[in-house]
């Protein structure tokens, strides 16, 4: 670790830290026995903590951000050098920055053609809510105005956000939410006899699936509803890559009830998977798609909702009402360093060839799971794309029964003792927090994740046998 505090100044810190943050997803209780982990320095897919321990982190700044790695000293420059010459301007306005990061982006999704940029994953989703209510009052006398939500996906951390989130222990407490989302079923193959389709597989089952989202839209009224919410393959519940004929289905079912399709990319997006965006890999052809997370791999807050020039026109063309532009602000979307990070971020992805590079580990990684099966039946499923791997713990393999969330969390503090920080779904569904989640760095070596399977392989001897 380069440039270590003095041991007097990381107990100032650590005392601070007590002190004065509430950290993210924790129980400070364990903090009056015990003292918060501090994570001082980083640099290329390594952090050190306030001990000088060194880890390989696998999760990519622990949610699946940092895709390009730590200490990159050209989007720091780059932020630097646009806060001195522009800090910040209204969206009302353009900015360099704002007009070349979007021109870049866009290059990347054949089909959309513009960008709104605002501060987090979170707000980008809230923008297309709003986006189609509004167009429910201009186009169907405010009638189509219903959202649908996929169970185990996962939107954001506002109120209107965990409307359309189908964790029921992320949105617990915190009702009551805001009217119009309605679930539909998720569509994870591996727990199919929860959909009442276990005697289907393949692309039978990936369209019987959609045809269950259908059910809903019937159920609901065609002529209420506007939307669909789906991550391209789902993060937080699961890492669940929907099964074969499932997004043409959707599609298809989309078109025929004139519902707009909204892909929410925010962890899958700007490589993750192995191409630009997730969505990509299954030849869905979105009305918007969002994203946040990898846009400028964490240097910089900044999100994008993104979609086509036929939605744009809804709001372009109505000049004979006052109300009928996108009436929305994004303060945050104005400052500048977030397009200039993320304009950086894109250009080193391409340089670097990493879209070939999360191809191609995300193969080995994959590999070295399955294989790993052999050795434990602890592990009920492997599953995921590219640099985005999910492990599913089970303590029968044959009546998938989930092992204890408390034993995959010793799991995640044995990988962790040894020096790799992964993931878990955590305290997101009910009986089912029992999956590894891995997304390292676009950047690592077939050695990095050699030792990353190679110490979940010791982890799961320690805690299973």
Not at 10 to 16: C, E, G, P, T
Not at 133 to 161: E, F, M, P, V, W
Not at 182 to 202: A, F, T
Not at 432 to 455: H, K, V
């Amino acid at each position: 670790m380069q440039g270590a505090f003095t041991e007097n100044d990381l107990s100032h810190v650590v005392s601070a830290d007590k002190a004065h943050v509430w950290h993210h997803l924790f129980q400070h209780k364990a903090l009056e026995t015990a003292d918060p982990r501090i994570i001082v320095e980083g640099k290329g897919t390594r952090v050190w903590d306030q001990h000088g321990k060194e880890y390989l982190d696998a999760v990519s700044g622990g949610v699946w951000t940092v895709n390009v790695g730590y200490g990159r000293e050209s989007i720091a420059k780059a932020v630097s050098d646009q806060l001195v010459k522009l800090c910040y301007f209204a969206g009302v306005a353009g900015s360099i920055p704002g007009a070349l990061f979007s021109e870049k982006l866009i290059s990347k999704m054949p089909g959309m053609t513009r960008a709104y940029l605002s501060s987090s994953g979170s707000e980008a989703n809230e923008k297309v809510f709003k986006m189609v209510r509004q167009i429910s009052h201009k186009k169907y006398d405010g009638k189509k105005y219903k959202i649908l939500y996929r169970d185990r996906d996962y939107h954001g951390s506002t109120l209107g956000a965990m409307s359309a989130t189908g964790q029921e222990q992320r949105v617990a407490q915190y009702g009551p939410f805001a009217p119009g989302f309605v679930k539909v079923p998720h569509c994870m193959e591996y727990r199919k006899d929860q959909l009442g389709l276990e005697n289907l597989s393949g692309e039978e089952f990936g369209r019987a699936c959609a045809d269950q989202i259908e059910e809903v839209i019937l159920r609901e009224g065609p002529e209420t509803v506007g939307l669909l919410c789906l991550e391209p393959i789902t993060a937080g519940g699961g890492v669940i890559e929907p099964p074969v004929g499932y997004w043409d289905r959707v599609q298809e079912i989309c078109k025929k009830y004139d519902i707009l399709l909204h892909i929410d990319e925010v962890v899958c997006g700007v490589g993750r998977t192995g191409e630009w965006f997730g969505y990509q890999h299954f030849g869905i052809k979105p009305d918007f798609v969002t994203m946040a997370k990898g846009v400028a791999s964490g240097y910089a807050a900044i999100a994008c909702t993104v979609t086509t020039e036929e939605i744009f026109n809804i709001f372009k063309d109505d000049t004979s009402d006052p109300m009928g532009y996108f009436r929305d602000i994004s303060t945050f979307g104005g400052c500048t360093a977030g397009p200039a990070a993320a304009l950086e971020n894109i250009r080193i992805i391409e340089d670097e060839n990493l879209l070939e590079n999360v191809r191609t580990l995300g193969d080995r990684m994959n590999a070295s799971f399955k294989a790993m099966m052999e050795k434990h039946a602890v592990i009920g499923d492997v599953r995921g794309k590219g640099l985005f791997q999910g492990v599913e713990l089970v303590k029968d393999r044959d009546t998938k029964e989930p092992v204890d969330e408390a034993d995959a969390q010793k799991v995640v503090a044995e990988c962790g003792a040894m020096g790799v920080i992964i993931g878990i779904t955590n305290r997101s569904i009910p009986g089912f927090n029992n999956t590894l989640c891995f997304s390292p760095a676009l950047i690592s070596t077939a050695e990095e994740i050699d030792l990353i399977c190679e110490t979940v392989d010791k982890a799961l001897s320690k805690v299973f046998g």
